[in-house]
């Protein structure tokens, strides 16, 4: 135990941080009576996820990654990180159908907070488990599948039910996803038709900065497959097709991005390199919708599937 930071390092925890290493040690923590909130990977910019008592990162208990005997599931641990898992997924011919936008954000706390990485047509990360096994303030583990009365509430439980020890993942064979950049689209165009900019392609974001009045800075397009269904989209929001490989923060070196150009690669190409530099840049993106092959900024406004409106008990 001992004092630390969230990601950004902008908040201090008041709680100790705990680090139990075997489902016994996390027992004996969860079931002391006093208050105690779960830690994910500490993507939390507040102290919502912070209490008094203890503050329990499962990060070290041993690690769970089981493809099921058909292929169409996967069983974690909720601490693994999707910059783990998609390249393991990968290696089997497998992959998620939607990713976190960033490579070090926890299953469990992803899927806890309704997190988004959803596009129009695709569900938040919640809605790929089939199954989680939490552990409950009695100590007892409880096991809740898809289907059962339950379940369907536990699943984002915002760290209220007790910690998620391990989750079962639906998974599919292997996919591509080419991404386009496009520069300065106009505010007046987007908001003109947003529901046909946020359908423009698998997922899309859109980057600002806020410092100019009448666009935005960048329009990225995600699609899986070399179908393009922006189409004309780009040139009618007035924004220009990016004549080099861009960051979503103005400026920063782009070496750490993935693929652009509608060059088709990999989908889990985001979750061994990510785009990100600091934490405290002040952009903003508003993201229609999300996928692990781009970098984000830290401040984001999220239109996804599913994406629920409660406060956050517990941190990605």
């Not at 760290?159 to 496009?182: I, M, N, S, W």
């Not at 997922?203 to 393009?228: E, H, N, P, Y």
Request: proline fraction near 5%.
């Amino acid at each position: 135990m001992g004092e630390e930071r969230n990601w950004a390092g902008n908040v201090r925890y008041r709680g100790a941080v705990a680090h139990p290493a075997t489902l016994d040690e996390a027992r004996a923590l969860i079931t002391t009576g006093s208050p105690v909130r779960m830690l994910g990977t500490r993507h939390c910019f507040n102290d919502i996820a912070d209490t008094t008592g203890t503050l329990i990162a499962l990060d070290q208990l041993p690690s769970v990654f089981e493809v099921t005997p058909e292929r169409d599931a996967v069983r974690v641990s909720g601490a693994l990180r999707y910059g783990d898992i998609a390249p393991r997924l990968e290696a089997e011919g497998l992959a998620l159908a939607n990713l976190a936008s960033l490579p070090h954000i926890s299953v469990a706390g992803a899927v806890s907070t309704g997190t988004h990485g959803s596009g129009d047509a695709i569900g938040s990360l919640a809605s790929a488990v089939r199954e989680l096994t939490l552990l409950t303030a009695s100590g007892e583990l409880l096991t809740l599948r898809r289907g059962e009365p339950r379940f369907a509430g536990a699943v984002v439980g915002l760290g209220a039910l007790g910690a998620v020890l391990e989750l079962v993942l639906d998974v599919e064979p292997t996919y591509q996803v080419a991404q386009r950049v496009f520069d300065r689209p106009r505010w007046d165009e987007i908001l003109g038709d947003l529901d046909a900019v946020t359908s423009a392609g698998t997922s899309v974001s859109i980057f600002t900065t806020w410092q100019r009045t009448d666009s935005a800075d960048q329009l990225w397009i995600k699609q899986r497959g070399a179908a393009d269904l922006a189409g004309d989209l780009p040139a009618r929001l007035g924004s220009v097709a990016a004549d080099a490989k861009r960051h979503p923060i103005l400026g920063v070196d782009a070496v750490a991005c993935t693929d652009q150009g509608g060059v088709p690669g990999c989908g889990i190409s985001g979750c061994r390199t990510s785009g990100w530099s600091s934490p405290r840049r002040p952009v903003s993106s508003c993201r229609a919708s999300t996928s692990c092959r781009a970098a984000t900024p830290w401040r984001h406004c999220r239109r996804s599937a599913g994406w629920p409106t409660a406060s956050h008990r517990c941190c990605w």
